[in-house]
């Protein structure tokens, strides 16, 4: 009933990075049907999100202005607009401020009305009609509001506005004469009309919002195409990028407007090289949504990606940006993915290019992003692994493992062995994991723990314990690596992971992949198993050594 785009969202998730805090959505979309790379949902944090005292202290103004309105029967003080007003809202850093007060009142008014809805099911008429003015005081005044930064609203926005007041004084009518009766039969059925009205307010209102939206993002996406002062530009990209942390539905109106188009001609335009990485960021977020991806194609994005990301006098932040957009787009969840034409026409130099990254990266924050670029393209397409083993890519992510300024969290190592995992299918990557000890390196990725105890971190430790052991396992048909394994004591590791719930965290796709790494490596030395591991974990099928781990208690009293 009420919009989902001004509805709280989960905070659970917390992407746990210093600068780049809200990129990169498509990553938690990786499964691990197919190994994906899964670093934390680029969840964004809410503008309402902060602690009662502060957000006590925002909501005053607005909840202020509604108890003058109740007074006032919701009628302005003065009609007249003086020109430094007009001055005022014409400006991008209003545009801005005009859709975060929008927001807001939002916020509060899809609250007030699941509210009602609650209030209404446990019949606390008193409560319902209390609660009812004060939304319908709120309502008018975001009306209010609304016709004072769209001078020229639509034919469309009026008729809506004009029926949502209509609405909101039936609603208060009706409740009114609930709390002056006391019949039973009388107030059932005003409650069936009362929750008519109701879900009729939630659409308009919805409906309302979304126009207001769009004509904002229309005006925000004109002054970038526009303009050439660079303030301004710099204001209504930063403007789209804030919006685009209010959620998917924000992003797809963005997209559809027309804003992927608008930021890449700042892209083409080497006056604008300090913008950048802000307008690659911005777009980054834009393309968590398929219409952002489809809008980066027609604008043909991945060339001038390609470009940006092949030229060395950028900066690192903006190859960086440039890396994060790569990942978004090529998120394995992602269908549309698989039907960029022209990233295939760029691949080549978009993974040379992000290997020069990885290797020259100063911080683990872009480490992180040219890896999980690379993590989506192993995906994308298989002759990116082919590509990355030409490029030693292995031999420069082995030697990023050993720097721990650089691959510094769980989050980098999921990108690290996801390739490896992904390149591990090919013959010739044995010789490669055995010249850079990429062995130990596997064996150390089993004993991932998270040092938090995040959940989003536990699960990229979980990650990162199924890639190594699938990855192990797939190596192991090397009879050079798999001796290698055996004698860097892989076996014992894997037995206690198989019997240990804990230590796999309860996860069972960890559990399956030890177990196959384990028989993998128990064909190539039998002996260095007790005959009670043989017996449960090697001998049964897979699926009845699965439900024996699964079922196992680690200690009895």
């Not at 769009?214 to 209504?236: C, G, H, M, V």
Request: aromatic share 6%; with cysteine.
């Amino acid at each position: 009933m009420i919009p989902f785009y001004v509805q709280r969202r989960d905070k659970s998730f917390v992407w746990p990075m210093k600068k780049y805090t809200n990129r990169l959505r498509s990553m938690d979309c990786q499964s691990d049907d197919y190994l994906g790379s899964q670093p934390v949902p680029v969840e964004r944090t809410h503008l309402i999100q902060v602690d009662s005292v502060q957000r006590w202290m925002e909501d005053l103004k607005l909840m202020t202005d509604c108890e003058c309105m109740c007074v006032l029967q919701s009628k302005p003080i003065s009609a007249e607009e003086d020109a430094q007003s007009d001055l005022i809202l014409s400006s991008p850093h209003s545009a801005y401020g005009n859709l975060q007060l929008l927001l807001k009142r939002a916020w509060i008014i899809s609250t007030e009305l699941t509210r009602i809805s609650q209030k209404l099911e446990k019949n606390r008429w008193q409560r319902v009609h209390g609660m009812t003015l004060r939304v319908n005081c709120h309502i008018r005044s975001m009306i209010n509001e609304c016709t004072s930064f769209t001078r020229n609203s639509s034919e469309e926005m009026h008729q809506i506005e004009k029926l949502l007041i209509e609405k909101c004084s039936e609603f208060t009518a009706v409740t009114e004469r609930c709390i002056q009766t006391e019949d039973e039969q009388t107030l059932r059925s005003m409650k069936s009309y009362i929750n008519e009205i109701l879900t009729t307010i939630a659409q308009c209102f919805g409906q309302l919002i979304e126009l207001v939206l769009t004509y904002e993002i229309q005006n925000l996406a004109r002054q970038i195409n526009s303009s050439d002062d660079i303030y301004i530009i710099e204001s209504s990209t930063s403007g789209l990028f804030s919006l685009t942390q209010e959620g998917a539905q924000l992003c797809r109106i963005i997209a559809k407007e027309g804003g992927v188009i608008a930021l890449f001609k700042i892209c083409r335009q080497d006056c604008f090289r300090c913008l950048y990485p802000q307008t690659l960021r911005t777009l980054a977020s834009i393309c968590c949504v398929e219409e952002g991806i489809y809008q980066l194609e027609k604008a043909d994005g991945i060339l001038c990606l390609a470009d940006i990301l092949m030229d060395s006098t950028h900066s690192e932040a903006t190859h960086a940006e440039a890396a994060a957009v790569i990942a978004q787009i090529t998120s394995p969840q992602l269908s549309v993915s698989q039907h960029l034409s022209s990233f295939l026409e760029n691949m080549e130099d978009i993974v040379t290019a992000l290997v020069k990254l990885c290797q020259e990266a100063s911080s683990g924050e872009v480490f992180l992003l040219a890896s999980a670029a690379l993590a989506n393209i192993t995906f994308f397409d298989t002759m990116a692994c082919e590509m990355l083993l030409h490029l030693n890519a292995m031999k420069i992510l082995l030697a990023a493992c050993t720097d721990k300024q650089i691959v510094d969290t769980p989050y980098s190592r999921d990108q690290v062995v996801t390739i490896l995992a992904n390149m591990s299918v090919l013959d010739q990557c044995a010789s490669e994991i055995i010249q850079g000890n990429g062995v130990q390196l596997l064996m150390e990725m089993l004993f991932e723990r998270s040092s938090s105890g995040n959940s989003a971190e536990v699960a990229a430790c979980e990650r990162v314990q199924q890639k190594s052991a699938v990855t192990l396992a797939r190596l192991s048909r090397d009879p050079e690596v798999a001796h290698a394994a055996i004698k860097l004591s892989c076996i014992p590791r894997l037995i206690e992971l198989c019997r240990s719930p804990t230590e796999r965290n309860n996860s069972d796709s960890v559990l399956v992949a030890c177990l196959a790494a384990l028989r993998r490596l128990a064909v190539m030395s039998p002996d260095g198993l007790e005959e009670s591991d043989f017996q449960q974990l090697v001998k049964p099928r897979l699926v009845d050594s699965f439900l024996l781990c699964t079922n196992m208690e680690e200690s009895f009293v």
